[in-house]
Protein backbone atom coordinates (compact mmCIF):
# COMPACT_ATOMS: atom_id res chain seq x y z
CA UNK A 1 0.00 0.00 0.00
CA UNK A 2 1.96 3.24 -1.30
CA UNK A 3 1.83 6.21 1.15
CA UNK A 4 -0.96 8.44 -0.35
CA UNK A 5 -3.50 5.26 -0.02
CA UNK A 6 -2.41 4.96 3.88
CA UNK A 7 -3.10 8.75 4.24
CA UNK A 8 -6.91 8.45 2.14
CA UNK A 9 -7.43 5.11 4.92
CA UNK A 10 -6.49 7.36 7.81
CA UNK A 11 -8.45 10.70 6.79
CA UNK A 12 -11.49 8.25 5.74
CA UNK A 13 -11.57 6.53 9.47
CA UNK A 14 -11.24 9.95 11.13
CA UNK A 15 -14.01 11.39 8.96
CA UNK A 16 -16.33 8.36 9.52
CA UNK A 17 -15.43 8.96 13.57
CA UNK A 18 -16.69 12.71 12.85
CA UNK A 19 -19.83 11.75 10.84
CA UNK A 20 -20.59 9.14 14.11
CA UNK A 21 -20.75 11.39 16.87
CA UNK A 22 -23.71 13.80 15.39
CA UNK A 23 -25.59 10.22 14.65
CA UNK A 24 -25.23 8.70 17.96
CA UNK A 25 -25.93 12.51 19.80
CA UNK A 26 -29.28 12.82 18.04
CA UNK A 27 -30.03 8.61 18.92
CA UNK A 28 -29.47 9.68 22.38
CA UNK A 29 -31.48 12.82 22.09
CA UNK A 30 -34.58 10.69 20.09
CA UNK A 31 -34.58 8.20 23.17
CA UNK A 32 -34.60 10.80 26.02
CA UNK A 33 -37.64 12.69 24.49
CA UNK A 34 -39.32 9.45 24.19
CA UNK A 35 -38.52 8.31 27.91
CA UNK A 36 -39.50 11.75 29.06
CA UNK A 37 -42.53 11.85 26.97
CA UNK A 38 -43.52 8.07 28.06
CA UNK A 39 -42.65 9.37 31.91
CA UNK A 40 -44.90 12.61 31.18
CA UNK A 41 -47.97 10.17 30.11
CA UNK A 42 -47.96 8.14 33.11
CA UNK A 43 -47.63 10.93 35.77
CA UNK A 44 -50.22 12.82 34.45
CA UNK A 45 -52.24 9.58 33.92
CA UNK A 46 -51.81 8.94 37.40
CA UNK A 47 -52.17 12.09 38.72
CA UNK A 48 -55.71 12.79 36.95
CA UNK A 49 -56.91 9.18 38.25
CA UNK A 50 -56.05 10.17 42.03
CA UNK A 51 -57.57 13.78 41.02
CA UNK A 52 -60.60 12.00 39.56
CA UNK A 53 -61.48 10.03 42.48
CA UNK A 54 -60.35 12.86 45.11
CA UNK A 55 -62.86 14.70 44.12
CA UNK A 56 -65.56 12.05 42.68
CA UNK A 57 -65.82 13.19 39.26
CA UNK A 58 -65.00 9.59 37.62
CA UNK A 59 -67.85 9.02 34.69
CA UNK A 60 -69.70 6.35 36.30
CA UNK A 61 -71.29 3.60 33.49
CA UNK A 62 -73.41 0.50 33.67
CA UNK A 63 -71.33 -2.37 33.23
CA UNK A 64 -71.90 -6.31 32.62
CA UNK A 65 -68.57 -8.49 34.15
CA UNK A 66 -68.31 -11.24 31.53
CA UNK A 67 -64.79 -13.04 32.95
CA UNK A 68 -62.78 -12.88 35.92
CA UNK A 69 -59.40 -14.45 35.37
CA UNK A 70 -57.39 -15.71 38.87
CA UNK A 71 -53.56 -15.17 38.67
CA UNK A 72 -51.49 -16.92 41.69
CA UNK A 73 -48.14 -16.78 42.36
CA UNK A 74 -46.43 -18.00 45.62
CA UNK A 75 -43.00 -18.05 47.55
CA UNK A 76 -41.22 -17.39 50.03
CA UNK A 77 -40.51 -13.68 51.68
CA UNK A 78 -36.47 -14.73 52.88
CA UNK A 79 -35.12 -15.66 55.15
CA UNK A 80 -31.56 -17.30 57.26
CA UNK A 81 -28.47 -17.51 55.58
CA UNK A 82 -29.86 -20.94 55.34
CA UNK A 83 -32.66 -19.87 53.36
CA UNK A 84 -35.12 -22.53 54.96
CA UNK A 85 -36.68 -20.00 57.55
CA UNK A 86 -38.65 -17.90 55.03
CA UNK A 87 -42.74 -17.52 55.61
CA UNK A 88 -44.55 -18.98 52.74
CA UNK A 89 -46.83 -16.53 51.10
CA UNK A 90 -49.66 -17.19 47.98
CA UNK A 91 -50.58 -13.77 46.19
CA UNK A 92 -54.01 -13.92 44.09
CA UNK A 93 -54.45 -10.94 41.44
CA UNK A 94 -57.32 -11.10 39.27
CA UNK A 95 -57.81 -9.94 35.34
CA UNK A 96 -61.40 -8.33 35.15
CA UNK A 97 -63.31 -8.04 31.92
CA UNK A 98 -66.27 -6.09 31.71
CA UNK A 99 -68.80 -4.97 28.65
CA UNK A 100 -69.79 -1.62 28.85
CA UNK A 101 -71.79 -0.45 26.42
CA UNK A 102 -71.00 -1.90 23.32
CA UNK A 103 -67.11 -2.35 24.42
CA UNK A 104 -65.17 -4.38 26.00
CA UNK A 105 -62.69 -3.32 28.64
CA UNK A 106 -60.22 -5.30 30.95
CA UNK A 107 -58.50 -4.55 34.18
CA UNK A 108 -55.30 -6.33 35.38
CA UNK A 109 -53.50 -6.82 38.43
CA UNK A 110 -56.94 -6.23 40.72
CA UNK A 111 -56.40 -7.52 44.23
CA UNK A 112 -58.50 -10.14 45.97
CA UNK A 113 -60.24 -7.79 48.45
CA UNK A 114 -61.41 -5.79 45.51
CA UNK A 115 -62.45 -9.22 43.79
CA UNK A 116 -64.09 -10.46 46.96
CA UNK A 117 -68.46 -11.16 46.13
CA UNK A 118 -67.99 -10.22 41.77
CA UNK A 119 -69.06 -12.79 39.66
CA UNK A 120 -69.06 -13.50 36.38
CA UNK A 121 -72.59 -12.08 34.33
CA UNK A 122 -73.04 -9.41 37.29
CA UNK A 123 -74.48 -6.18 36.24
CA UNK A 124 -71.82 -3.27 38.34
CA UNK A 125 -71.45 0.22 38.23
CA UNK A 126 -67.93 1.22 36.13
CA UNK A 127 -66.08 4.37 37.25
CA UNK A 128 -64.56 5.27 34.00
CA UNK A 129 -61.78 7.95 33.76
CA UNK A 130 -61.23 8.69 29.90
CA UNK A 131 -63.18 5.54 28.67
CA UNK A 132 -60.19 3.60 31.34
CA UNK A 133 -61.67 1.61 34.21
CA UNK A 134 -60.72 2.87 38.14
CA UNK A 135 -63.74 1.59 40.39
CA UNK A 136 -65.92 -0.79 40.10
CA UNK A 137 -69.47 -0.44 42.57
CA UNK A 138 -66.80 1.71 44.55
CA UNK A 139 -64.18 -0.13 44.58
CA UNK A 140 -60.66 0.35 43.76
CA UNK A 141 -59.31 -1.51 40.68
CA UNK A 142 -56.47 0.80 39.16
CA UNK A 143 -53.32 -0.62 39.56
CA UNK A 144 -51.51 2.51 39.07
CA UNK A 145 -47.34 2.66 39.24
CA UNK A 146 -46.20 -1.27 39.55
CA UNK A 147 -42.55 -2.59 39.07
CA UNK A 148 -43.38 -4.52 35.94
CA UNK A 149 -43.29 -3.81 31.90
CA UNK A 150 -42.54 -0.06 31.02
CA UNK A 151 -43.18 1.08 34.65
CA UNK A 152 -40.36 -0.65 35.88
CA UNK A 153 -38.09 0.84 33.06
CA UNK A 154 -39.20 4.34 34.19
CA UNK A 155 -38.01 3.43 37.71
CA UNK A 156 -35.06 2.13 36.66
CA UNK A 157 -34.26 5.25 34.31
CA UNK A 158 -35.75 7.99 35.86
CA UNK A 159 -31.85 8.99 37.56
CA UNK A 160 -31.32 9.04 33.55
CA UNK A 161 -33.97 11.56 32.87
CA UNK A 162 -34.09 13.45 35.66
CA UNK A 163 -30.36 13.70 35.52
CA UNK A 164 -30.80 14.66 31.73
CA UNK A 165 -33.83 17.11 32.07
CA UNK A 166 -31.34 19.43 35.11
CA UNK A 167 -28.91 19.20 32.21
CA UNK A 168 -30.73 20.45 30.05
CA UNK A 169 -32.76 23.24 32.09
CA UNK A 170 -28.82 24.24 33.34
CA UNK A 171 -27.64 24.86 29.47
CA UNK A 172 -31.23 27.01 28.74
CA UNK A 173 -30.05 29.12 32.20
CA UNK A 174 -26.47 29.27 30.81
CA UNK A 175 -27.56 30.12 27.18
CA UNK A 176 -30.16 32.91 28.28
CA UNK A 177 -27.89 34.89 30.49
CA UNK A 178 -25.16 34.68 27.80
CA UNK A 179 -27.61 35.97 25.36
CA UNK A 180 -28.13 38.92 27.72
CA UNK A 181 -24.87 39.74 27.61
CA UNK A 182 -24.08 39.06 31.49
CA UNK A 183 -21.66 36.11 31.56
CA UNK A 184 -21.12 33.09 29.00
CA UNK A 185 -20.71 29.49 30.98
CA UNK A 186 -18.83 26.86 29.35
CA UNK A 187 -19.64 23.09 30.15
CA UNK A 188 -17.17 22.23 32.56
CA UNK A 189 -18.28 25.25 34.60
CA UNK A 190 -21.51 24.07 34.75
CA UNK A 191 -20.53 20.81 35.92
CA UNK A 192 -20.79 21.40 39.34
CA UNK A 193 -24.19 23.13 39.27
CA UNK A 194 -25.39 19.85 37.83
CA UNK A 195 -23.35 17.75 40.17
CA UNK A 196 -25.07 19.23 43.09
CA UNK A 197 -28.56 19.41 41.56
CA UNK A 198 -28.29 15.47 40.38
CA UNK A 199 -27.70 14.46 43.93
CA UNK A 200 -30.15 16.29 45.67
CA UNK A 201 -32.51 14.44 42.98
CA UNK A 202 -31.09 11.15 44.33
CA UNK A 203 -31.64 11.78 47.59
CA UNK A 204 -35.18 12.91 47.07
CA UNK A 205 -35.71 9.51 45.14
CA UNK A 206 -34.47 7.31 48.39
CA UNK A 207 -36.62 9.77 50.58
CA UNK A 208 -39.67 8.89 48.63
CA UNK A 209 -39.08 5.47 48.44
CA UNK A 210 -38.81 4.94 51.95
CA UNK A 211 -42.24 6.29 52.11
CA UNK A 212 -43.36 4.18 49.45
CA UNK A 213 -42.65 1.17 51.56
CA UNK A 214 -45.13 2.50 54.75
CA UNK A 215 -47.85 2.96 52.20
CA UNK A 216 -47.13 6.88 50.89
CA UNK A 217 -47.25 6.77 47.65
CA UNK A 218 -47.23 9.94 46.02
CA UNK A 219 -48.71 9.55 42.07
CA UNK A 220 -46.96 12.49 40.96
CA UNK A 221 -43.43 11.15 42.19
CA UNK A 222 -41.39 11.77 38.99
CA UNK A 223 -41.97 15.52 39.27
CA UNK A 224 -40.71 15.86 42.85
CA UNK A 225 -37.11 14.75 42.42
CA UNK A 226 -37.16 16.76 39.10
CA UNK A 227 -38.11 20.05 41.25
CA UNK A 228 -35.85 19.64 43.81
CA UNK A 229 -33.09 18.69 41.39
CA UNK A 230 -33.54 21.42 38.99
CA UNK A 231 -34.23 23.85 41.91
CA UNK A 232 -30.75 22.75 43.60
CA UNK A 233 -28.56 23.41 40.59
CA UNK A 234 -30.38 26.38 39.59
CA UNK A 235 -28.58 27.78 42.74
CA UNK A 236 -25.42 26.52 42.54
CA UNK A 237 -25.13 27.73 38.79
CA UNK A 238 -26.13 31.81 40.06
CA UNK A 239 -23.21 31.32 42.45
CA UNK A 240 -21.17 30.04 39.05
CA UNK A 241 -22.57 32.77 37.33
CA UNK A 242 -21.39 35.30 40.19
CA UNK A 243 -18.22 34.28 40.58
CA UNK A 244 -17.69 34.23 36.68
CA UNK A 245 -18.58 37.63 36.41
CA UNK A 246 -15.97 38.34 39.23
CA UNK A 247 -13.40 36.51 36.99
CA UNK A 248 -14.10 38.13 34.00
CA UNK A 249 -13.93 41.52 35.64
CA UNK A 250 -10.86 41.14 37.48
CA UNK A 251 -9.49 39.76 34.21
CA UNK A 252 -10.22 43.06 32.13
CA UNK A 253 -8.13 46.01 32.11
CA UNK A 254 -9.09 48.60 35.35
CA UNK A 255 -10.64 45.62 36.84
CA UNK A 256 -9.57 45.18 40.11
CA UNK A 257 -10.25 49.08 40.08
CA UNK A 258 -14.06 48.66 39.06
CA UNK A 259 -14.02 45.52 42.07
CA UNK A 260 -12.37 47.71 44.47
CA UNK A 261 -15.42 50.66 43.59
Given amino acids: MTQKQTGDTRSGARGLRAARGPVVRWAFRLVMAALILLLAMRTYEETGVAYAQSNGTLHTAGATITKLTSHTTSGTDGGGQD???GDWFV??????????GSETKAVHGVPDDSV?????GQRVQAGLWHGRVVEIDGRDVWRGWYPEGWDLALFVLDPLITGYLIAVALAAVAYLAGRDGRVRLERRERAGSWGFGFLVAIAVCFALMGCAAFGNTVVYWPLVPLAAGTAAALVGLRGALRRARAARVADSPGGSVSAQA
Fill in 83 to 85: GGS
Fill in 91 to 100: TTKYTIELRV
Fill in 116 to 120: RDLRE
